[in-house]
């Protein structure tokens, strides 16, 4: 079952604990080490984890490593790998049963609190994430595991065929963003569970909740080395573990454009490694919501607030392209325009607040920027199109209307508060679909609102390539584990999708066993016989 999201209704014991755990946290200046081969590690360099809606205020100061520490963690790796991969594969799942559990009572507020504060998520943002969805993939990926190993070939008679699931042979590098907690504790725990050691190499601007991600993995038992926590540049941590010949894949989750990097990086070096690297990746998106003539405006609008403006559209799975027909175009513009104008926006710990800042100085530049290049190509500023920065990186939630469907807001991703309309004719329906599916690289998320079947079943079919998760009258964002199993293809990562078996089965590399029962002594077929 999945995880109870706790509502943090005021009066209720978790707000109470929470609120508390965050005047805590946000009153200390912690120390985060790396840590290697379950060592506490300094580095001499160090950078500091800040608040997005408030950076003067330091939370941390993070050891910053270098190639000579990502060495060490794939050593570490090596050590581990020896025993952790032979560990009975019931072993392993007790370690994250017991995490989960242990996230789902004592340590809820500490993960939820250091995701609020550092990653500038709101109180139900972060639940759902750090709490909620990081339960989820511990208990459900232990389901899938007993899944995969239960899957066995047919015995012929006097014959025990059977399939053993070993671990990759070498290290699986780890690389996560910021936007989501949950996303690093699966992109480590995932492998770690199905026998493999990782090097994990989160976002800086994520260091808080990894640093008690990785102690919440201690204190479940996760034995030293199995997952090896390093923070630096991506450019040198990464360079560093792929040239390295132990490599045996890579869990991914950021741009389109490191993957790719990636990607590019093992095939032209393909003969270092001793296996083929398994390469997962989920990447970014350009999701779209496309309302038929017969959709109802007022559901429109509302999916449009909260797929495009929840955590501040730092999904990627947020709408952030709209396609909506001239018959419903009013009504939804107002609402917008009444709505969004008063959405609360500011500290995360004040719990009215709907959202937070952009997660840094830079994608505060992105946004202003996007909002900018709208003005002076004449698309209109709808709602919003307001920043400040000197506080926190705060960008209003803004809606762009533009009559170029081919416009750069509707094409790149942003990654941000910032959603542009593009407004057809409602006899165009058809024509309107070809555009959804072609405009973007991107195929990760998309949602039609129809109220007319046959409308809902011809989107079904033409944006078949579009969209790895594809919502029906819903937003597009909001996957939950065991439920919508998540990711996208094309320009949008290799589908392999988080939250399901079939991720699971790229950490495991297959065995066949035969074996005979009773062997034949002699080597002659009795076709040899002569005839009679």
């Known amino acids: 079952m999945n995880e ?54 330091v939370l941390a100061d993070v050891e910053r490593g270098d190639a000579s520490h990502v060495e060490r963690a794939i050593a570490a790796a090596g050590r581990a790998h020896e025993t952790w991969s032979r560990t009975p594969w019931h072993e392993r799942v007790a370690v994250f049963l017991r995490a989960a559990e242990l996230l789902s009572g004592p340590w809820r507020s500490t993960l939820n609190a250091a995701t609020m504060l550092n990653q500038s998520k709101t109180v139900h943002q972060a639940e759902i994430d750090a709490s909620c969805e990081t339960i989820d993939f511990l208990r459900y990926n232990a389901d899938y595991l007993v899944r995969i190993y239960g899957e066995q070939p047919v015995s012929s008679q006097g014959v025990w065929n059977r399939m053993e699931y070993r671990a990759l042979e070498g290290f699986v590098l780890a690389i996560s963003p910021f936007n989501f907690t949950a996303i690093g504790a699966n992109l480590t725990t995932s492998p770690a569970l199905m026998g493999n050691t990782v090097v994990w190499k989160p976002a800086s601007t994520q260091a808080l909740s990894a640093w008690y991600t990785m102690r919440l993995l201690e204190e479940a038992g996760l034995p030293p080395g199995v997952i090896n926590l390093v923070f630096g540049p991506g ?5 560093a573990a792929l040239s390295s010949p132990d490599l045996a894949g890579v869990h991914f989750t950021g741009s389109t454009g490191v993957f790719q990097g990636i990607w590019r ?16 990746g989920e990447t970014g998106g350009k999701d779209f919501i496309l309302a038929h003539p017969s959709a109802d405006p007022a559901e429109v609008s509302a999916a449009v607030i909260r797929g495009s403006f929840e955590y501040q559209g730092q999904k990627c799975s947020a709408s952030s392209r709209l396609y909506i027909p001239s018959n419903l175009w009013s009504d939804v513009r107002d609402t917008l325009q009444r709505e969004v104008s008063q959405i609360a926006m500011g500290d995360v710990r004040d719990f009215t607040n709907f959202m937070g800042a952009v997660i840094d100085g830079s994608s505060f530049r992105t946004q202003v920027e996007a909002i900018a290049e709208a003005r002076e190509a004449g698309a209109e500023i709808v709602v919003g199109g307001g920043s400040d920065d000197s506080e926190g990186w705060f960008v209003e939630p803004t809606v762009v209307e533009t009559d170029d469907p081919g416009f750069r807001l509707l094409r790149d991703e942003l990654f941000g508060p910032v959603v542009t ?73 290799t589908n392999d999708k988080a939250g399901s078996m079939w991720n699971l089965i790229r950490w495991v590399s297959p065995r066949t066993v035969k074996e005979t029962l009773v062997p034949p002594r002699d080597y002659r077929y009795p076709f040899l016989q002569p005839d009679e």
Do not use: C
């Open 235 to 239: 450019a040198e941590i990464g360079a």
């Open 4 to 57: 109870p999201i706790l509502a943090y209704l005021p009066g209720s014991p978790e707000r109470a604990e929470l609120q508390q755990r965050l005047a805590q946290m946000s009153s200390q200046r912690i120390h985060i080490p790396l840590v290697i081969g379950g060592e506490r590690v300094e580095t001499g360099t160090t950078f500091e984890a800040v608040m997005p809606h408030k950076h003067a205020h």
């Open 421 to 493: 309309a593009y407004v057809y004719d409602e006899s165009r329906w058809d024509e309107t679909l070809d555009l959804v599916d072609t405009t973007s690289a991107y195929a990760l998320t998309g949602a039609v609102f129809a109220d007319d079947r046959s409308a809902i079943e011809q989107a079904h079919d033409r944006l078949r390539y579009a969209a790895g998760n594809f919502y029906v009258n819903d937003k597009p964002t909001g996957a939950v584990v065991g439920q919508q199993p998540f990711g996208g293809a094309r320009a949008s990562g």
């Open 265 to 280: 990086t093992i095939g032209s070096g393909i003969d270092r490694y001793r296996n083929y690297p398994r390469i997962v």
